[in-house]
T-cell receptor
Framework: KQEVTQIPAALSVPEGENLVLNCSFTDSAIYNLQWFRQDPGKGLTSLLL?????REQTSGRLNASLDKSSGRSTLYIAASQPGDSATYLC?????????FGAGTRLTVKP | DTEVTQTPKHLVMGMTNKKSLKCEQHMGHRAMYWYKQKAKKPPELMFVYSYEKLSINESVPSRFSPECPNSSLLNLHLHALQPEDSALYLC??????????????FGPGTRLLVL
């Protein structure tokens, strides 16, 4: 059974810093790895999706990488802003399921 | 229209009540999903419908009954729930090939409280 772990569980940084969120998964037989953002009490917003054949995806200040062989993905956020404060979840999509990590709660202080 | 909508936003029900959650999308997606998310926990997949057919049921108790009347609409019928079923219920949709791993688009969720 796929297990997805996210480190750190919480992160607080000053505005303007670059930061990296980590996601690891135990079963490398995935179709894709997706990063989401969730604001308190809200639904999920898809940020980036990396197919299993890809190494990275970029969207604006966000860059996600995928290393299937080591079971790792990272989300890089450049020049963080207070509006980036949210919980960031990664999800590994397998044959019959989609497993989420517990998330990293990010706070960007002005 | 790139939205997944869910109604109601909030629901309080007793353990003997029957209620339904509704999810709708008009993006032409043919796969729809129900997730359950407890407080401070990640979402857990409950059901997947692909082309209006139930393709995945993650061993969810029978007090949760999904229904997909058409490709745009997904319901979750609730009956005889327990207080531990209180959670945020999220609906999502994708183009139609869940096994290929497509981007899922999520609704805002229905926050359910069972008394």
């Amino acid at each position: 059974k796929q297990e997805v772990t996210q480190i750190p569980a919480a992160l607080s940084v000053p505005e303007g810093e670059n930061l990296v969120l980590n996601c690891s998964f135990t079963d490398s037989a995935i179709y894709n790895l997706q990063w989401f953002r969730q604001d308190p009490g809200k639904g999920l917003t898809s940020l980036l999706l990396i197919q299993s054949s890809q190494r990275e995806q970029t969207s604006g200040r966000l860059n996600a990488s995928l290393d299937k062989s080591s079971g790792r993905s990272t989300l890089y956020i450049a020049a963080s802003q207070p509006g980036d404060s949210a919980t960031y979840l990664c999800a590994a999509r397998g044959n019959n399921d989609m497993r989420f990590g517990a998330g990293t709660r990010l706070t960007v202080k002005p | 229209d790139t939205e997944v909508t869910q109604t109601p936003k909030h629901l309080v029900m007793g353990m003997t009540n029957k209620k339904s959650l509704k999810c709708e999308q008009h993006m032409g997606h043919r796969a729809m999903y129900w997730y359950k998310q407890k407080a401070k926990k990640p979402p857990e997949l409950m059901f997947v419908y692909s082309y209006e057919k139930l393709s995945i049921n993650e061993s969810v108790p029978s007090r949760f009954s999904p229904e997909c009347p058409n490709s745009s609409l997904l319901n979750l019928h609730l009956h005889a729930l327990q207080p531990e079923d209180s959670a945020l219920y999220l609906c999502a949709s994708s183009q139609g090939q869940p096994r290929l791993g497509e981007t899922q688009y999520f609704g805002p969720g229905t926050r359910l409280l069972v008394l």
